[in-house]
């Protein structure tokens, strides 16, 4: 490694280690969490203050109990670990489903069960999050919540090899009128998102307690993946599609490809298959980053849509999930490009998502495009996701992931082996 890169790798991990501490970290720490009645809010809105009557979301709970438990494992912060615990609690006494198993989608303020439906995408989360609080806590209870909800998501979601299909009723059955929700308004029977979670959950639980079985359902779930989802003409992945494998959707996610890029290494050296993946893993990243670069002002666009060009929105999560596809692909290539992509990029971030008054990051960039069809993209997106700082669209897990993931492979990348 040359010394430029280097010195840059060291500048990115010191600057990852003070936006979590000081802006990150206190905001998911301090407004969450209600002291007195001991109950997560669901909403935080863009000024930080809290809504005590909106449902909450188990998207929201499971990240939450995700990062907590990350930062706990690489930190030690004990504030994490009671965070951690609260959020643990909250989900096996308010969201397990405790006929049929698995976990209620959301529930009302006062914890009555809302949305019943068993979302293939939350179920993930919450094996993803019971995995690593179980990993980084040792709790053997948390480990077979996790290994049950898998079990139940294989015998009645798994509908192929490798695949799972979006959502069915609360005492799982797969009827077609459940598949429409807001993720997947087209009501396809397989949405990309739900099969890279799934991924990522038998990733998580494969890393809190390694087994053969687990190496090959991570092993067929990348085959589907492969098989069903990759365009490979294009080397992008489809968003959605029917259950004769064919596109629904053709817009290009580029927070998904950046996403897939590197749990997809990561899961292929837990089964062994990096060489089936290795050099897509890198084709992804750099696609992308050829594509969705503004040039002019900088940052990440949302992504594209064929005859309707790009979205030119610029929301945080896909900047942070770039972050650590770069240095996924610069570790894996080591070319400079990747590194000099994300030293780039991580001043884009600290100068227009970061909120260094209110904590966190902002939902988006301002968008410096005045032509009418940009204008309607901004409006879309805030309409559909909002302007808060915390819901259910508005987690910590990319922001946390992101600068824990800086840290990490910095330390590997610049610590001598011995």
């Given at each position: 490694m040359n010394k430029d890169d280097c010195k840059a790798l060291s500048h990115l991990a010191t600057r990852a280690r003070h936006v979590l501490e000081t802006n990150i970290h206190p905001f998911w720490k301090e407004k969450l969490f209600n002291e007195q009645t001991q109950t997560f809010y669901s909403y935080?809105?863009?000024?930080?203050?809290?809504?005590?009557?909106?449902?909450?979301?188990?998207?929201?709970?499971?990240?939450?109990?995700?990062?907590?438990?990350?930062?706990?494992?690489?930190?030690?912060?004990?504030?994490?670990?009671?965070?951690?615990?609260?959020?643990?609690?909250?989900?096996?006494?308010?969201?397990?489903?405790?006929?049929?198993?698995?976990?209620?989608?959301?529930?009302?303020?006062?914890?009555?069960?809302?949305?019943?439906?068993?979302?293939?995408?939350?179920?993930?989360?919450?094996?993803?999050?019971?995995?690593?609080?179980?990993?980084?806590?040792?709790?053997?209870?948390?480990?077979?919540?996790?290994?049950?909800?898998?079990?139940?998501?294989?015998q009645?979601?798994?509908?192929?090899?490798?695949?799972?299909?979006?959502?069915?009723?609360?005492?799982?059955?797969?009827?077609?009128?459940e598949h429409i929700w807001w993720m997947n308004s087209q009501g396809a029977p397989f949405i990309f998102n739900s099969q890279l979670h799934m991924l990522e959950a038998a990733i998580e639980l494969q890393e809190a307690a390694p087994s053969g079985k687990g190496s090959n359902q991570i092993k067929d779930q990348i085959t589907f993946i492969l098989q069903w989802f990759l365009d490979y003409t294009n080397n992008h992945l489809f968003v959605s599609i029917s259950d004769q494998a064919k596109p629904i959707d053709e817009t290009i996610n580029f927070s998904n490809e950046l996403e897939t890029a590197y749990l997809l290494r990561r899961a292929a050296r837990l089964c062994g298959d990096i060489q089936r993946v290795d050099p897509l893993c890198t084709a992804l990243v750099r696609n992308v980053m050829l594509l969705a670069q503004d040039k002019t002002h900088g940052g990440l666009f949302f992504s594209s849509h064929g005859q309707q060009g790009l979205n030119r929105c610029k929301v945080w999560y896909v900047h942070a999930e770039a972050m650590v596809a770069l240095l996924d692909a610069y570790e894996a290539t080591k070319e400079s490009c990747f590194l000099n992509w994300a030293t780039e990029l991580w001043k884009f971030i600290e100068e227009h998502l970061i909120d260094w008054e209110g904590g966190e990051w902002f939902s988006s960039a301002k968008n410096p495009y005045t032509d009418e069809v940009s204008i309607q993209q901004q409006r879309t997106r805030d309409n559909r996701t909002g302007k808060e700082k915390a819901s259910a669209y508005k987690c910590p897990y990319h922001t946390v992931r992101a600068c824990l993931e800086i840290n990490r492979r910095v330390n590997q990348l610049t610590t001598p082996a011995r």
């Open positions: 935080i809105d863009q000024h930080g203050r809290p809504d005590t009557t909106h449902p909450l979301n188990a998207i929201l709970l499971t990240r939450m109990l995700w990062a907590y438990s990350a930062v706990y494992e690489q930190s030690g912060d004990t504030d994490c670990l009671r965070l951690a615990e609260a959020a643990y609690k909250t989900l096996l006494n308010s969201f397990r489903d405790p006929l049929y198993g698995g976990i209620f989608y959301q529930i009302q303020a006062d914890s009555t069960p809302l949305v019943l439906q068993k979302r293939t995408f939350a179920q993930a989360f919450s094996i993803i999050a019971l995995a690593r609080y179980a990993k980084a806590t040792g709790s053997n209870e948390a480990l077979l919540e996790a290994r049950n909800t898998h079990e139940l998501l294989l009645h979601a798994q509908t192929v090899r490798g695949g799972f299909t979006d959502t069915l009723t609360r005492d799982w059955r797969d009827e077609a009128d």
